[in-house]
Nanobody, 121 residues
Framework: QVQLVESGGGLVQAGDSLRLSCAAS????????MGWFRQAPGKEREFVAA????????HYTDSVKGRFFISRDNYKSTMYLQMNSLKPEDTAVYYC??????WGIGDYDYWGQGTQVTVSS
């Protein structure tokens, strides 16, 4: 099993940047493909970005392509989400997740508690 803790959220203005972190503990971090999701008020949780075990491949939802960048440091057991050019519609609770087999937009096995990101206009 793996435990996940997100950090780095906050209140920013439109156009600003934030970097979220997801610290993992427990089983070897490099055993898991990882992803970021978000849930805005009144909406369902949605996929944001995913990264393979080595970081060699990534995938993004269309609305964040070119603005958000997912990465991981397996030595530090940490995953990151660099968010640039933030928009009010990016406001949500952001969750990191780990997947034991395969990688992609769904079927994640473990979840963090989330970190709030609020973007003011």
């Amino acid at each position: 099993q793996v435990q996940l803790v997100e950090s780095g959220g906050g209140l920013v203005q439109a156009g600003d940047s934030l970097r979220l972190s997801c610290a993992a503990s427990g089983r070897t971090f490099s055993s898991y493909a990882m992803g970021w999701f978000r849930q805005a008020p009144g909406k369902e949780r949605e996929f944001v970005a995913a990264i393979t075990w080595t970081g060699g491949a990534t995938h993004y939802t269309d609305s964040v392509k070119g603005r958000f960048f997912i990465s991981r440091d397996n030595y530090k057991s940490t995953m990151y989400l660099q968010m640039n050019s933030l928009k009010p519609e990016d406001t949500a609770v952001y969750y990191c997740a780990a997947r034991e087999t395969g990688w992609g937009i769904g079927d994640y096995d473990y979840w963090g508690q989330g970190t709030q990101v609020t973007v003011s206009s």
